[in-house]
């Protein structure tokens, strides 16, 4: 039985979003006074994910410029593997919309739950940092 249970129906990530964007493991720097691993650890990883996916799509550099509905569903423990899931949900003529989801697995077990998800707006930009269009979908 896994030390968070989750009442959620089961589900795969991976069937839904693919293979994670980063995958890595909470360690006790990354706490908060109360010895869980820190909300802004959680979000910090999620922007980095949300930036590989912006990059990707949009050939080039991006930049974050709004995070919505960030809700936080479960704890993450010390030693917990932590992979960030993500895609685009919705595009514009210079930005993006890419839902981001991270999902916790404890270090023994096999079971995995989402702890936390949010959307982030990225906005292609040049060498200027000015926004500029995103390069046609596809090749």
């Keep these: 039985m896994s030390a ?3 009442t959620d ?3 795969d990530p991976e069937a839904q979003f693919g293979a994670p964007v980063i995958r890595t493991i909470a360690m006790p720097a990354d706490t908060n006074p109360a010895g869980d691993i820190f909300g802004g ?3 910090a990883n999620m922007d980095l994910a949300a930036g590989n996916v912006a990059t990707r799509r949009a050939r080039g550099r991006a930049a974050t410029v709004a995070v919505e509905g960030m809700s936080f569903h479960r704890p993450v423990l010390v030693g917990d593997e932590v992979s960030f899931y993500g895609a685009i949900v919705g595009e514009g003529r210079t930005s993006m919309r890419i839902r981001i989801e991270a999902w916790r697995r404890a270090r023994e077990e096999t079971e995995t739950a989402k ?3 949010a ?3 990225f906005v292609a ?3 200027d940092r000015k926004p500029r269009p995103l390069p046609p979908a596809g090749g």
């Design 4 to 6: 968070h249970p989750t």
């Design 9 to 11: 129906p089961i589900v």
């Design 41 to 43: 650890w959680l979000m």
């Design 115 to 117: 702890v936390t998800e």
């Design 119 to 121: 959307v982030f707006t």
């Design 125 to 127: 930009i040049d060498l």
